[in-house]
C-alpha cells in the first residue's frame, strides 16, 4: 500500500510541477507595472514593479491596435506585439496580444516557435491555412480557416499562418505570456550572428555546402 500511495504521490508533485513552470510564475499581488528604473522598485517576474499607489490608467492601455500593419517586406505580413513593453501593467499577469496582418494570396508568418507561450488565434478578416508541427515523430496539424474561426497552436512548437485568400487578412493572438518570445525558424538557422558552421547546416538538412552558404548571405525578414 505505501507504495501506491508514494506512486500517486509522485505522479501528484509531478503534475503540480508540470503545471506550475509550463507558464508564466502567478502574480504575487493585485498587478506589478514594470519600470525600467529600478529606483525604489522591486524586482519581481523580470521587471521591476512601480508602487502600486502610483498606478495609472495608462500603465494598462494600449492605442493603436486598429491600425493595419505594414506588410510590404519579402513574407507580407505584419505582426504587432503588445506584450509588457508596451502595457508595463501586464507585467506577472502572463498574457498578452498580437494583431498579425496579412497581404493578399501569399503572406505569410513564417514557421516559428513561442519558446514561452501557447497562441490562441482568431481569424478577423480574409481565409488562412495554419498549422503546426508536434514533436518527433513531426506530425503536422492544419485547418482553413476564415473569418470567426479560432485555432490554438501549443507552447513550443512550429506553426504557421499563410494567406490562402484573394484579400487581405487580419488576426488577433492571443499568448500566454507577458513576454512569449518568438524564433523565426529559417531566420535563426541560416541566419544567425555569427553564423552557423556551414557544415552543421550542410549535413544537418542534407544540402550542398554553397547552397548553405547562399542561404546564409540571404536578408531574412523580421516581420515583428
Avoid at 519579402?74 to 496580444?97: A, R
Amino acid at each position: 500500500m505505501k507504495g501506491i500511495h508514494f506512486l500517486v504521490a509522485f505522479v501528484l508533485l509531478a503534475l503540480s510541477s508540470s503545471f506550475a513552470f509550463a507558464f508564466d510564475p502567478s502574480p504575487l499581488q493585485d498587478f506589478c507595472v514594470a519600470i525600467n528604473d529600478p529606483k525604489d522598485g522591486v524586482f519581481v517576474n523580470g521587471k521591476f514593479c512601480r508602487d502600486p499607489m502610483l498606478a495609472t490608467a495608462n500603465d494598462f492601455s494600449f492605442s493603436g491596435l486598429n491600425i493595419p500593419g505594414n506588410t510590404s517586406n519579402q513574407v507580407g505580413s505584419n505582426v504587432t506585439l503588445i506584450n509588457v513593453d508596451k502595457i508595463p501593467g501586464l507585467n506577472t499577469l502572463g498574457i498578452s496580444i498580437a494583431r498579425i496582418d496579412f497581404s493578399p494570396y501569399g503572406g505569410l508568418n513564417p514557421p516559428h516557435i513561442h519558446p514561452r507561450a501557447t497562441e490562441i488565434l482568431v481569424v478577423v478578416e480574409g481565409t488562412l491555412y495554419v498549422g503546426f508541427v508536434t514533436s518527433n515523430p513531426n506530425r503536422l496539424i492544419t485547418k482553413v480557416l476564415n473569418a470567426g474561426d479560432v485555432f490554438v497552436f501549443p507552447i513550443g512548437l512550429i506553426h504557421f499562418q499563410f494567406n490562402i485568400g484573394n484579400t487581405n487578412a487580419v488576426a488577433i493572438a492571443g499568448l500566454s505570456s507577458q513576454n512569449p518570445g518568438v524564433i523565426t525558424i529559417a531566420n535563426a538557422v541560416f541566419g544567425s550572428i555569427p553564423p552557423i558552421n556551414p557544415d552543421v547546416l550542410a549535413k544537418a538538412f542534407q544540402l550542398d555546402k554553397n547552397v548553405v552558404n547562399y542561404l546564409q548571405k540571404q536578408f531574412w525578414v523580421n516581420n515583428h
